[in-house]
DNA sequence: TCGCACTACTTGCCAGCGCAAGCAGTCTCG
DNA sequence: CGAGACTGCTTGCGCTGGCAAGTAGTGCGA
């Protein structure tokens, strides 16, 4: 940690000759403040998760996505989808997960081509202790920081533009 | 675009059994949806920045802040502190843009340790170009898909925890 | 004035990420 | 059945990111 100061935040860095009148002050505070605040959470989290557990947050997620999964196991695409990762990426940090033994590559009984990432119980264990930690943390670096009400538009905005962006991304 | 259909967003991934009750479906939809919606934003305005001017985000953001300093340029540090990046990224982002004559590296009068990025004529004129539509993307993309009210509380919360996260970032 | 700590930048290196190419297995249709 | 399209995964590569080490210049105290 520590290093990095970063960004003045406060005065933006928008040009303006042009055509910006429409972005107010406003705007401008809660764009760059978005930006600004996901990039210094996930820097801090991404740390903290890999000191604690010696995992990324990439990695936590695919556990995650493996412990809520029905007997624990999912197939590599599967996983992609929903983490919201490309396959190969996917099929790397299993590499890593995997020489750790905290899952398992099974072949799939349906489908020769297709592999299923099966949790072991360390990785279960892992899964359990290391996303304890973290939300705590992010409860206490985000959810603590929010006045009464501010919670509720939150989730509101971003449970409404989750899925939008992503259609977006699918079909554009 | 296309690709990474991603996330199911719906449903969290949260193991559950541990002491996480606090983490309501709330929760879960604002913490998970901020992810994934940044993750989808960033990823499509990058790549329409990139097709369009041929720019990064992060080098965007530099053109934008000499663009915005007082004579058109600004010391290597200056710009790492304000854009939130590490300097050796930053002397490498200057390596293309230079490459490109967006930017000159000059030595600085006062220290002849310090370079000084300073805007060409072009330079200015992609930022400017690059700015508005990018902006106007982010518009059409964010703000115009939030509800009356909401664009005030996001600008309130970011605008609050972004000073905040940076100064625990320099602390801890 | 010399030495030593400090600062500003550059460069080598590694991790995370996606894309594209490659390979094996599946499915469909003649 | 067999050819060709398609799918699921792996791997090579390039890009963006930071850190650590190296270099050059500054500035302060003895």
């Not at 401008?28 to 740390?47: F, S, V, Y």
């Not at 029905?70 to 997960?97: F, K, N, P, Q, T």
């Not at 006045?147 to 509101?156: Q, R, S």
Request: aromatic share 4%; proline share 3%; with cysteine.
């Amino acid at each position: 940690m520590s290093k990095l100061p970063t960004a003045t935040t406060s005065c933006p860095y928008i040009v303006g000759d042009d055509g910006l009148a429409a972005w107010s002050e406003t705007h401008a505070e809660a764009w760059i403040g978005l930006l600004e605040t996901h990039k210094q959470l996930t820097r801090a989290l991404d740390a903290e998760l890999e000191t604690a557990h010696g995992l990324s947050l990439s990695g936590l997620e695919l556990l995650g996505r493996l412990a809520a999964a029905d007997a624990h196991h999912l197939r590599l695409s599967a996983l992609a989808h929903e983490a919201g990762l490309s396959l190969s990426r996917v099929s790397r940090i299993i590499d890593l997960l995997e020489a750790r033994r905290l899952v398992e590559r099974r072949p799939c009984p349906n489908d020769a081509r297709a592999v299923e990432a099966h949790l072991t119980e360390n990785g279960l264990n892992l899964a359990r202790e290391a996303q304890a930690t973290h939300f705590a943390s992010v409860q206490q670096r985000f959810f603590d920081q929010l006045e009464p009400g501010e919670l509720e538009v939150v989730a509101a905005v971003f449970g409404r533009l989750a899925p939008r962006a992503a259609a977006a991304c699918t079909t554009d």
